[in-house]
């Protein structure tokens, strides 16, 4: 049996998407996961907006052959503002990338935020330390 792959979202990021979801509410935010890759862990680095997806409609209108050579996105992640973090079946026909996000209203604490691969199965999230900030880019 394979091991599941564990996401490492660091704390800030989650912040990040709770905050742009409680302003949205009772709309629907959407947002693209950037990430790293490693064995077993894909650890989200960076949110993304996708200004072409309409809020409130989600996935319906999200194109992912825009970002087809961007092979740093790992997923999406949008909220339900229901509060139920299950991916319905139209998250699951439009899946883009290896993670599928969910959060769920009322985007507080750790156990509104899911996450799923491909097939709708659960993949365990690990909320880290906040990145630090990249400075030595700056260098
Ligand atoms: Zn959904």
Redesign the pocket.
């Known amino acids: 049996m394979a091991t599941k792959t564990v996401i490492h979202m660091p704390s800030n990021i989650l912040d990040a998407i709770y905050a742009g979801a409680k302003e949205l509410y009772p709309r ?1 935010s959407f947002l693209l996961l950037r990430g790293k890759k490693r064995k077993g862990i894909i650890s989200i680095t960076d949110l993304v907006l996708a200004p072409f997806a309409v809020h409130g409609e ?2 319906a209108n999200f194109n992912p052959y825009l970002f087809g050579g961007d092979y740093s996105l790992v997923g999406t992640v ?1 909220s ?1 503002p229901s509060g139920n973090i299950s ?2 079946h ?2 699951l026909n439009y899946f883009f990338g290896r993670v599928l996000m ?1 959060v769920g209203y009322p985007y507080e604490g750790k156990n509104c935020v899911a996450a799923y691969d491909s097939n709708g199965d659960k993949l365990p999230i690990e909320v880290v330390a906040a990145l630090k900030c990249k400075d030595e880019d700056f260098y």
């Open positions: 629907e989600g996935f949008h339900h991916p319905s139209t998250d969910i």
